[in-house]
């Protein structure tokens, strides 16, 4: 365990932490008008753990395997909980959409443990990093979007317009990101599951 994955670590912790916040923020004595400060002070976290943990990695030269397969893992779980999460209260996206993010990652994941099992580690391709990049400006998005809301300066119908509208955009670069990574490590693949 190097320190890279620790700050992976940390960003999984920060998953349920959001989830109760932005569903229960009422009973934790948070106000409306300060919940998405709080949801985007959580998010910074996270973010920043993201681009620290492999700062930090390069800079002592602990980039390993294990890391190769936490990392994006980290990132997945985090991003998932917040859009499952964005699912409920004033939000309140479709789950259909959040599946797409939920079955792309799934298969990805599986399929990256299955490699390693087999001795082939599969790098993350520069597509997947757009998309998590993509995804973190959606929730930053989503999440300045609800200061407006909770002062009434923004309705609850537009409110989860916009945000559909914005995730749907994503889902539609998510998909192409699998299939991209698909076609790109097929002849891995094909060597490790066969």
Not at 139 to 152: E, Q
Not at 156 to 183: H, N
Request: net charge positive; glycine share 4%; charged share 15%.
């Amino acid at each position: 365990m190097t320190a890279a994955h620790y700050l992976t670590f940390s960003r999984i912790l920060l998953s349920p932490l959001f989830l109760v916040i932005y569903l229960y923020y009422q009973n934790l004595g948070i106000s409306s008008i300060l919940l998405p400060y709080v949801l985007l002070l959580i998010v910074a976290l996270s973010e920043l753990s993201d681009l620290f943990d492999g700062l930090l990695a390069r800079k002592k030269n602990q980039v390993t395997d294990l890391g190769k397969l936490i990392d994006p893992m980290a990132d997945s779980i985090f991003r998932l909980s917040v859009f499952f999460t964005f699912t409920e209260g004033p939000v309140n996206l479709p789950l259909w959409l959040v599946l797409v993010f939920f079955y792309r990652d799934s298969i990805i994941s599986t399929l990256r443990t299955v490699c390693a099992l087999r001795g082939v580690a599969l790098a993350a391709r520069m597509s997947g990093k757009v998309k998590a990049v993509m995804q973190g400006v959606i929730v930053f998005f989503i999440l300045i979007l609800m200061i407006p809301h909770s002062l009434g300066y923004l309705s609850l119908e537009k409110l989860r317009e916009i945000s559909y509208y914005s995730v749907l955009a994503v889902v539609l670069y998510t998909l192409y990101t699998g299939a991209e990574y698909l076609y790109a490590n097929r002849r891995y693949l094909r060597r490790a599951l066969a």
